[in-house]
């Protein structure tokens, strides 16, 4: 049987180092039983390590005229979730001696870093971070050490952008969303585009962040060219929002892509020309083409739009009966599966995950210190999509049927 770490402690020991104790601060404290133990624990490990390094036990007479010895020690402080700490580093007369437990120039202990990143990724800027730190752990850390450890980060981005994708997904959502940056004098807007891609296996995963000046046909374009040469061979539905050139620019790269127009796009859209009184009216009459059992009911419906509507709002119906070619692929699956299909909700609500964070930021300095941050923040979201998206297998099995011939062969 493996033996559990708290069947290898002396309990005795324990009992020995807890005989005073009597409140928390005993333990926790500034000078606490945790951070002494700490201390002396990484302390006599360094004296093992010194004396593997030299062949021979601290006094040993085998040490004589070795050529090495040891030569005293020197002071150093680790930060750490305990604070800050004082150690004594051995050191050996010829200055060969590296200890692996805290190794030379590192002075944080592992984790502090992560709990810099996180507070990062949770929107918190540099100077709230250093707040935060001396609040909580009693530590000084600079803004500059604080940019030092996020700056580290872009070299994940950089290797994470540009990583190998899947041949297939089956669905390709795609959006953007805006954030302010810093241009000298200036704050501008630029569109952080999101592409997230569903797997065979019926699993979501963000592809990557592109930051553009604008949200344009022609970055999408470039983005979608990026994906097929990371990998991507093919895209059976790729669901976008209504931005002109934006179906094009995915069919040039993927020619048997069916493009999906995203419905709830539309319907804000259109109901941005409705005044408040008759919103819910005209709402109820757009759900009845999209929710529609077939395509040729559902032309009927958009045709009963267009005869009750068109005299007060006619800007309303001649955009989807432009596109409508995009907005009906969805109507060729069983309807338990078309929310799956019909929109980008999908990477809107990373989105709004997105803006949450963005917004106690005001601006970002630069178009890097963005991606850090959306980065990160992706780090937090993504390990909760651990389950396929609802009613996957049926999508899946429509799929096979419909898309046959560019279906994988297991």
Known sequence: MTKTTTDRIDLDLV??????????????GENGILKQFTKALLERAMQVEMSEHLGYEKHDSTGDNSGNSRNGSSGKTL???FGELPIEVPRDRNSE???KIVPKGKTRLDGFNQKMLSLYARGMTTREIQQHIQEIYKVEVSPQLISNVTEAVMEDVIAWQNRPLEAIYPILYMDALQVKIRDGAHVVNKAVHLAIG???????????LWLGQTEGAKLWLQIVTELKNRGVKDVFIACVDGLKGFPEAIETVFPQAQVQLCIVHMVRHSLNFVGYKQRKEVATDLQKIYRAASRDEAELRLSE?????????PTISQPWQRNWERLVPFLAYPAEIRRVIYTTNAVESVNMSLRKIIKNRGSFPTDESALKLLYLALRNITPRWTMPIKDWRAALNRFAIIFEDRMPVF
């Open 97 to 99: 001696f590296e200890p």
């Open 79 to 81: 930060k750490g979730d």
């Open 198 to 208: 569903v797997t065979l296996a019926g699993n979501k995963e963000v592809l990557g």
């Open 15 to 28: 009992d020995q180092l807890l005989k005073d104790y009597k409140r928390p601060e005993d333990i926790l």
């Open 305 to 313: 739009f267009a005869q009750k509507w068109d005299m007060k709002y």
